[in-house]
């Protein structure tokens, strides 16, 4: 039997530019290929509108990948995009952002969705993360998750879609219309 190298931030942060996504998941290296257009389009499409939506209202900050995200010093994530609470501004330094974001967003393709649904789930629950949205492209869907016991619940909210998303939201300033905008966003399907 083999012995399992443990790799860290400083191994991590020696691996070259190559336009693939390197992630550390407690030590183990994890590597996927560049996302598609139609992805990128999407991420940029709900980074506009997060991004919007917090600085008018002085919320806090929501940065869009690359951006490393140093859960730990063998965990270390590129979501797709994270909000971090004016509160907890302390957490972005000059290499990422340093602990858990208050949102994560990821966008599934599908060379990433078995990853974001199942270790990257996990991952973010055992480190903290309060709030994580998985959009799915091809139902033209956002599932919301919030913490539980050790692992991250999906938060269910009665009423249409545009309610649930409404509901599902980390703040409540002004949540209709943002999610209004989510849906249209992903109705476009660049």
Same mark, same amino acid.
């Given at each position: 039997?083999?012995?399992?190298?443990?790799?860290?931030?400083?191994?991590?942060?020696?691996?070259?530019?190559?336009?693939?996504?390197?992630?550390?998941?407690?030590?183990? *290296? &994890?590597? /996927?290929?560049?996302?598609?257009?139609?992805?990128?389009? +999407?991420?940029?499409?709900?980074?506009? %509108?997060? =991004?919007?939506?917090?600085?008018?209202?002085?919320?806090?900050?929501?940065?869009?990948?690359?951006?490393?995200?140093? *859960? &730990?010093? /063998?965990?270390?994530?590129?979501?797709?995009?994270?909000? +971090?609470?004016?509160?907890?501004?302390? %957490?972005? =330094?000059?290499?990422?952002?340093?602990?858990?974001?208050?949102?994560?967003?990821?966008?599934?393709?599908?060379?990433?969705?078995?990853?974001?649904?199942?270790?990257?789930?996990?991952?973010?629950?055992?480190?903290?993360?309060?709030?994580?949205?998985?959009?799915?492209?091809?139902?033209?869907?956002?599932?919301?998750?919030?913490?539980?016991?050790?692992?991250?619940?999906?938060?269910?909210?009665?009423?249409?879609?545009?309610?649930?998303?409404?509901?599902?939201?980390?703040?409540?300033?002004?949540?209709?219309?943002?999610?209004?905008?989510?849906?249209?966003?992903?109705?476009?399907?660049?």
């Amino acid at each position: 039997m083999g012995t399992r190298v443990i790799l860290t931030y400083r191994d991590y942060e020696a691996l070259p530019a190559d336009g693939r996504r390197y992630e550390l998941h407690e030590g183990e *290296l &994890s590597v /996927t290929p560049a996302p598609g257009t139609q992805h990128q389009r +999407v991420v940029g499409r709900l980074y506009r %509108l997060l =991004s919007q939506h917090a600085e008018a209202r002085g919320l806090g900050e929501v940065l869009v990948a690359p951006v490393d995200c140093v *859960l &730990s010093d /063998t965990t270390v994530v590129q979501p797709d995009i994270v909000y +971090v609470e004016s509160s907890r501004s302390s %957490l972005v =330094s000059a290499r990422g952002i340093e602990g858990p974001p208050t949102l994560v967003v990821e966008v599934l393709s599908p060379s990433t969705a078995q990853l974001d649904r199942g270790t990257k789930l996990q991952l973010y629950a055992r480190h903290g993360v309060p709030y994580y949205w998985i959009v799915e492209l091809e139902g033209q869907r956002v599932r919301s998750l919030r913490p539980g016991r050790g692992h991250l619940q999906a938060r269910r909210a009665p009423g249409p879609r545009r309610e649930r998303l409404a509901a599902a939201l980390p703040r409540p300033h002004d949540r209709r219309n943002l999610a209004l905008a989510l849906i249209d966003a992903l109705r476009a399907r660049l």
